[in-house]
């Protein structure tokens, strides 16, 4: 059984009661305060309508004359008001005065954090004397006490070590650490431990915590083995997510001022300007980052120690590790890359011989022969070495996962598909001009090239092992532009480009018509037979055009497709666009192609065509069985029929 330790606690009591004195002592000695006294009850009249009782106040008279009351401890207010703080006279009005440094709230606190206590231990006195009370032949204790006897005893541990730590944090600093924090004299190794401390308190303090914690929560499973769900998180652990409101509130508690958000498993500090200056681990409290005005970013490990990032690569990429979890990294890649936010503006440049400036552009010098990326308009604005650049890249596809994600795509096709590197630049890897301008491409940042990649391989694992074993080597690239200047992707003869900047829908339904046509002449037969099985030797008059280049051109007047068309795309880019919308459509909604094609006997040959293609080189593994099975991309996608009248008039001018 756990007893109360009377002793222990009363020279607890005995110590915090030094401590809050000194806390007062040092409040009366302020700088703006050169009169103090203490004042055992006083009520405090905030406005005309609301008073704030106090049970103990220090009661300040600053050098110009202004009067400060500092509420210690509270008596609750009629209407259940209870609020400990500062108010000063102004007008003859008590206003309270926000914004500045607080006594620790371990002062205001304490007294309720041993009350909470107290009851504990009375209630497990009390099931201790129902316990030892039982007759030894034929009572049983229950077992719902017995594990409520089990759970108040762990409380009661956490608030003695809560308790402790108040009184081990009093003893070394008497409440100036907030005024400290905020105006940078804090260590990160400090600051990380004053927040901690302070969430633990407030933890302790806040009895629903405790009752959700008893409560079951099973979390569901990641949507790969060993792999983190990361920043899209679609579930809530209440008892995590109330424990993280709390490091919240701690944070902003010790940053007053700052601006505080939380971001899944991070907490950003921000200042006046929206600047992230700090960023904390949501769980443990602990600092991971900080910025100061223009400079790199500094990355700080479990134990506070520093490494200072800079635009070359040096020791500090050996820090990079730390950030394991997609918001981390996150925020330190909007930071790192700076006016770019995310590398998206950044391209491989030659900067040698050209004139470099400084913060107030001004010209120090020409810029060495080195390998650089930067982010350029006018003049450079942020420019790191490559080796900076890789070493950022590459941890980006770690903390997301990407590292993982295309290793499972390259032993679920046999080697058959890979992805471009995370540090890769159009220009470098040879896309072709001819398809999309290179100059208008370039990196997404590693949170959206995750997303892209994952899209990319839900549609991939759609395949049986037998299509990878007959399709051609693929290498997929998805460097990011605007859609109405480089468009959406195409296929060459060993890649394949996915515009990985489109909407999250647009990358899948992309993907499968890419592959298409990349794989068309393993898979399907040729244009000629086709068109011909279908229309017949007159094939060429059932089409608006002859390639995707027209069907784009003539995208602007689309009035949607005709009949025996998937798509506008496939009646206007000829039989290969034809026959990739019919494949894209497929997988798009299948259910809906079949409803099509009992009143569309055209559609309904192609689709057959099609299945028959992709039924032959599988060995029969993508059979009715497999499509009836097949889950849509979007079960509410419909194809835009042509009105028949808009149908008449074309035909008329052919």
Same mark, same amino acid.
């Given at each position: ?82 609020? *400990? ?186 200042? *006046? ?54 918001? +981390? ?9 700076? +006016? ?208 995707? *280049? ?105």
């Amino acid at each position: 059984m756990f007893s109360k330790p009377a002793v222990n606690r009363a020279a607890l009591a005995l110590a915090f009661s030094a401590i809050v004195w000194a806390s007062f002592a040092m409040v009366s000695h302020g700088a703006t305060s050169p009169t103090a006294t203490e004042t055992p009850s006083a009520s405090v009249k905030k406005n005309d309508t609301a008073n704030v009782n106090c049970k103990r106040a220090v009661r300040t008279l600053s050098s110009s004359g202004i009067v400060k009351v500092r509420c210690i401890e509270t008596l609750c207010t009629p209407s259940g008001t209870c609020k *400990a703080g500062e108010y000063q006279n102004q007008d003859g009005k008590w206003v309270s005065i926000e914004n500045e440094s607080a006594l620790p709230s371990s002062v205001t606190d304490y007294a309720k954090l041993q009350k909470s206590l107290d009851e504990t231990y009375g209630r497990i006195d009390s099931l201790n004397k129902e316990q030892t009370g039982l007759s030894p032949v034929g009572d049983v204790f229950p077992p719902e006490k017995q594990e409520e006897l089990a759970t108040l005893e762990r409380r009661a541990q956490d608030q003695e070590a809560v308790l402790n730590k108040i009184v081990e944090a009093g003893r070394s600093d008497t409440g100036s650490d907030l005024a400290e924090a905020a105006s940078g004299r804090l260590s990160p190794e400090q600051l990380s431990e004053r927040v901690a401390v302070l969430a633990r308190e407030k933890t302790a303090l806040d009895p629903k915590i405790q009752d959700i914690e008893g409560q079951s929560f099973t979390a569901p499973e990641s949507d790969k083995s060993g792999d983190s769900l990361g920043a899209t998180d679609t579930f809530s652990d209440p008892a995590r997510d109330a424990k993280r409101a709390k490091v919240v509130e701690a944070i902003g508690e010790v940053l007053p001022g700052a601006t505080i958000t939380r971001d899944g498993s991070v907490i950003k500090a921000r200042d *006046a300007f929206g600047q992230t200056t700090h960023a904390f681990d949501a769980d443990s409290g602990r600092i991971f980052l900080s910025k100061t005005g223009k400079d790199f970013p500094t990355l700080y490990n479990a134990n506070g120690e520093a490494a200072v990032t800079s635009k070359d690569s040096e020791s500090w990429t050996k820090s990079l590790p730390a950030l394991d979890t997609p918001e +981390k990294f996150s925020a330190f890649e909007g930071l790192y890359f700076d +006016k770019g936010s995310v590398p998206d503006r950044y391209t491989p440049i030659n900067l040698s011989g050209l004139p470099t400036y400084d913060e107030d552009g001004n010209e120090t010098g020409k810029s060495p022969d080195e390998r650089l990326v930067g982010a350029i308009q006018g003049k450079q604005e942020q420019v790191v070495s490559r080796d900076a650049y890789d070493a950022v890249r590459a941890q980006g596809d770690v903390a997301n996962g990407t590292d993982r994600l295309i290793e499972r795509v390259r032993v679920a096709t046999e080697g058959k598909v890979q992805f471009d590197s995370p540090s890769s630049f159009a220009k470098e890897e040879g896309i072709n001009d001819r398809h999309t301008p290179t100059d208008l491409l370039s990196p997404l940042s590693s949170e959206k090239r995750a997303q892209v990649l994952a899209a990319i391989e839900r549609e991939v694992e759609k395949y049986p092992q037998s299509y990878w074993e007959n399709a051609k080597p693929l290498m997929i690239y998805t460097y990011g532009g605007q859609l109405d200047q480089v468009g959406g992707g195409y296929a060459s003869k060993d890649r394949i480009w996915i515009n990985g900047r489109a909407d999250q829908d647009f990358i899948p339904r992309a993907f499968q018509h890419e592959l298409a046509h990349y794989n068309d002449t393993r898979t399907f037969v040729s244009n000629e037979q086709f068109a011909t099985k279908v229309y017949g030797d007159s094939y060429g008059k059932a089409y608006g055009g002859a390639s995707g *280049a027209e069907a784009i051109a003539r995208g602007k007047f689309d009035w949607g497709a005709p009949e025996g068309f998937a798509r506008t795309y496939g009646y206007e880019g000829g039989i290969s666009e034809d026959k990739a919308t019919i494949v894209e459509t497929m997988f798009m909604n299948y259910p809906y192609v079949e409803e099509v094609a009992k009143t569309d006997t055209v559609f309904a040959q192609k689709v057959q065509i099609i299945k028959d293609g992709f039924y032959q080189t599988t060995g029969g593994a993508m059979n009715d069985a497999y499509w009836q099975n097949l889950k849509p991309i979007d079960p509410s996608y419909r194809v835009a029929r042509k009105p028949f009248i808009v149908t008449w008039i074309q035909n008329m001018f052919k």
